[in-house]
């Protein structure tokens, strides 16, 4: 590859060399980038017309593959801290980041063991240093949370037990009620008023 490259593209500043490798990366045609308010400006103020053939020399330049690269790269990440994000957002999600942080962490050192490289000690440290951490944490929220749940049934335990008392005491107070006024009725007198009016 040239170290000078020959088309008109490479004549346009950098920022609008990095306009036009956005608009091909987004599909744009040749037509629709020659049109661009920003690349038409800077065009008109350098004479300079952009052909079909500028554009297929730039497409094979460095520069359009670092860009293609760096596209790549920021959809990967954007992919990355959406699942994370999704992870995060779901009930038990935090601990499922960090299994796959955990798996993420082991890929790394087996690929680096099957290529014979040299494990940086430090990096890997301060990965599994930060998990167990995490993990540490999880367990101390899980223990809080396991503590707040208990008290919290504890109480409603509690309350229902007063509620329970409550009602008993109404029923014995009831029955003793009832016990009083049977006390006060005659037995035999209630039998020969039945008697006499049914004929028992």
Request: net charge neutral; hydrophobic share 45%.
């Amino acid at each position: 590859m040239n170290s000078r490259p020959r088309h008109n593209i490479a004549r346009l500043p950098l920022n609008i060399r990095d306009r036009i490798a956005e608009l091909l990366l987004d599909g744009a045609t040749y037509e629709e980038v020659r049109a661009d308010e920003a690349v038409a400006a800077a065009c008109r103020e350098r004479g300079l017309r952009l052909h079909d053939g500028s554009f297929a020399a730039f497409r094979e330049s460095e520069e359009f593959d670092e860009a293609r690269r760096s596209r790549l790269k920021y959809a990967e990440e954007l992919r990355r801290r959406r699942m994370a994000a999704f992870f995060v957002s779901q009930s038990g999600g935090s601990d499922d980041l960090a299994r796959i942080a955990g798996y993420e962490l082991l890929r790394a050192v087996l690929a680096k063991l099957e290529t014979a490289e040299e494990l940086d000690i430090r990096e890997l440290s301060a990965i599994s240093g930060a998990l167990a951490a995490y993990e540490r944490n999880r367990l101390a929220a899980v223990r809080t949370e396991f503590r707040q749940s208990a008290a919290l049934r504890e109480k409603t335990l509690q309350a229902q037990i007063a509620e329970l008392n409550r009602r008993l005491e109404i029923l014995r107070r009831r029955n003793e009620q009832l016990r009083a006024l049977a006390g006060d009725v005659d037995g035999a007198a209630v039998a020969e008023a039945m008697d006499r009016e049914v004929g028992l």
